[in-house]
């Protein structure tokens, strides 16, 4: 049996994980210890990434003639593959956050919903975070403004209801017509 032949699973393995995925990173992982390689592929398998080591030319092929070819370029040295089906930015945010504490760990390219990107943009996207992050600050948001004046709502059913903002109402009506007859009487005649 010919080393190709060998080979030629490892391929389709890879092909088939990067396949409609929504992100594709190649990390390099060199001087990383034992310890901190096992912390860091249980908090990318917790966030749902797929974390795998393979030989940059399986990497290469795999690769050859899909939009993930313009990640060969990168595949120097010992290098990982983080692939995300449905976050786009948890494994660049991932990783990049362990990189603080293991220096080990470089994000040196990726693709992020079909652009390739260098590290300082692998970098970028790492600073955004998490969908359900967005989806929370974006529910607050809109929150806010409801539970403000629900909280206004109830402090007129305290003070008594509608009715008991009626006189108040009248006196502000009152004060301004008062107003403007005041700056229609100051107002010089016209010639």
Known sequence: MAKIELKQPIV??????????????IVSYSGITVAQDTQLRKQLREAGVTYKVYKNTLMTR???????????????????????KDDATAPARI???????????????????????DEKGMAEIAKIPSRDELIS??????????????????????????????????EDEAATAEVRAESTAEAPAAE
């Open 95 to 117: 990783l990049s956050k362990f990189a603080k504490d293991c220096p080990a760990i470089q994000l040196k390219a990726g693709i992020v919903e079909g652009i390739v990107y």
């Open 137 to 170: 600050k974006f529910l607050g948001s809109i929150q806010s403004p409801i539970t403000n004046f629900a909280r206004v709502l109830n402090q007129i059913a305290e003070k008594g209801g509608a009715g008991a903002c009626e006189p108040a109402l009248k």
């Open 62 to 84: 795999a690769f050859k003639g899909t939009e993930f070819e313009g990640l060969t370029e990168s595949l120097k040295g010992t290098n990982a593959l983080a692939v995300c």
């Open 12 to 25: 389709e393995e890879i092909a088939a994980t990067v396949k409609d995925a929504a992100t594709v990173v």
